[in-house]
């Protein structure tokens, strides 16, 4: 297959040259990734200012990996590869791995996930890839465990679709589980650490993770469980109960 790989951690991450390299051994890759790191970024696109691209000559050339660092968001680097540079649109769009998990409502926020949306917005198979901090599985290994499970998707499912998928920080058993599963619900406790430098104030983000919803079948049950999470996501964010009410009211 040919593949595109993206991420948000930036061209030079572990996670993104352990998916790389394993995947090229069987497959044509290609890389367009952010020059730095841009983790948070959502689906944010730069507006208004030239991005510089240029070839990674620092990448792995055993392997006969295209590189392109891009100076903007995840979501330039995905957009801008498919509708600029790529001569023929890749099969599989893969975002990641990326360091730390996009649990929850996290993938609100992930640049990450942003980056797989763009794929999936132009039709392509798209997987958003996240490791959990702390985990005793390695990128390669992560890399090794997906890549017969991105086959077999694939092969099975014809629509274009965008999973989101967590790596745990051990796995329950000896083989690795995938399971699909729901969203689950996650915040943040003091998000923001105060600090007064030189007689300015400043805000950091900080903050502990709170989950308000990890019951069985959330993404995060899954993996405080050992196993492997795989979201569906989806475009529409229709509250579709809402609209219903709301149709059968007269609001003037």
């Not at 540079?85 to 990326?98: H, R, T, Y």
């Not at 985990?135 to 290994?141: E, K």
């Amino acid at each position: 297959m040919n593949i595109l790989i993206l991420n948000d951690d930036g061209i030079a991450s572990e996670g993104i040259r352990a998916l790389a390299r394993h995947l090229a051994h069987r497959h044509t890759v290609t890389v367009a990734a952010p020059m730095h790191q841009q983790s948070a970024t959502s689906h944010a696109l730069t507006i208004g200012s030239a991005i510089e691209v240029r070839i990674d000559e620092t990448f792995d050339s055993e392997y006969r990996i295209t590189a392109w660092a891009i100076d903007g968001t995840p979501t330039d680097c995905a957009k801008l590869y498919l509708d600029a540079i790529a001569e023929e649109m890749p099969d599989v769009v893969l975002s990641g791995i990326n360091h730390g998990s996009n649990l929850g409502t996290d993938v609100i926020y992930s640049g990450t996930v942003g980056a797989a949306f763009e794929g999936y917005f132009h039709g392509i198979p798209s997987f958003a890839l996240s490791l959990l901090e702390g985990s005793s599985i390695t990128f390669a290994d992560a890399a090794a465990y997906f890549e017969p499970f991105m086959e077999n998707v694939i092969a099975m499912q014809k629509k274009p679709f965008l999973l989101n998928i967590n790596f745990p920080c051990m796995l329950a058993g000896h083989a690795p589980q995938f399971v699909f599963c729901r969203q689950g619900g996650r915040d943040y406790i003091n998000a923001f650490e105060r600090i007064e430098e030189n007689g300015r104030v400043h805000y950091k983000v900080a903050g502990e993770v709170s989950d308000t919803d990890k019951g069985a079948g959330t993404d995060i049950y899954a993996v405080e469980h050992g196993l492997i999470s795989v979201t569906p996501i989806g475009i529409d964010m229709t509250d579709y109960p809402l609209l219903e009410k709301l149709s059968r009211t007269t609001v003037s």
